[in-house]
């Protein structure tokens, strides 16, 4: 039976047996679990980082982005989690999943270079030294 539904619970840990319909949101441990809405009963792990999933809070209520997609189990199922509300995508294909893993992909690189941009401004060549160093060439060149 495919959920409609959602509702979130906030935990500080994750409770052993998980209740279906249930989005369990531990903000500690940034990460929250739930049963595949499907009712195929696996388990959704979707931790909450820059580059995994943002949860987004109004209210009662909670969104999910991007989209779960469980390419990796049987029932393949794709679907968005908004204002508890669980949206279904059609079924995916192949080339759809090969595209959106291709996205987190560029997503994970792109954090990693915005990360490397912010290095401290010790590790980065000074200015000054480029400035002296062209003072000597051209004082002694
Ligand atoms: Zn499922």
């Given at each position: 039976?495919?959920?409609t539904t959602?509702?979130?619970?906030?935990v500080?840990?994750i409770?052993d047996?998980?209740?279906?319909g249930?989005?369990?949101i531990?903000?500690?441990?940034?990460?929250?679990?739930?049963?595949c809405?499907?009712?195929?009963g696996?388990?959704?792990?979707?931790?909450l980082t820059p580059?995994d999933?943002r949860?987004?809070?109004r209210?009662?209520?909670?969104?999910?982005s991007p989209?779960?997609?469980?390419?990796?189990?049987?029932?393949?199922?794709h679907y968005w989690i908004?204002?508890?509300?669980v949206?279904?995508?059609?079924?995916i294909?192949e080339?759809?999943?090969a595209?959106?893993k291709a996205?987190?992909?560029a997503?994970?690189?792109?954090?990693?270079?915005a990360?490397?941009h912010r290095k401290?401004?010790?590790?980065?060549?000074?200015s000054?030294l480029?400035w002296?160093?062209?003072k000597?060439?051209r004082?002694?060149g």
């Amino acid at each position: 039976m495919r959920y409609t539904t959602i509702a979130p619970r906030f935990v500080e840990a994750i409770p052993d047996r998980l209740e279906d319909g249930v989005l369990y949101i531990s903000e500690r441990y940034g990460t929250a679990i739930h049963k595949c809405c499907c009712g195929c009963g696996e388990e959704v792990v979707t931790p909450l980082t820059p580059v995994d999933w943002r949860l987004h809070r109004r209210g009662d209520t909670v969104s999910l982005s991007p989209s779960i997609g469980n390419w990796n189990y049987a029932c393949r199922s794709h679907y968005w989690i908004r204002a508890n509300r669980v949206l279904w995508a059609g079924a995916i294909s192949e080339r759809e999943i090969a595209m959106v893993k291709a996205r987190d992909k560029a997503a994970i690189e792109a954090y990693v270079e915005a990360t490397n941009h912010r290095k401290p401004e010790s590790v980065q060549k000074p200015s000054w030294l480029t400035w002296v160093m062209q003072k000597i060439r051209r004082w002694f060149g």
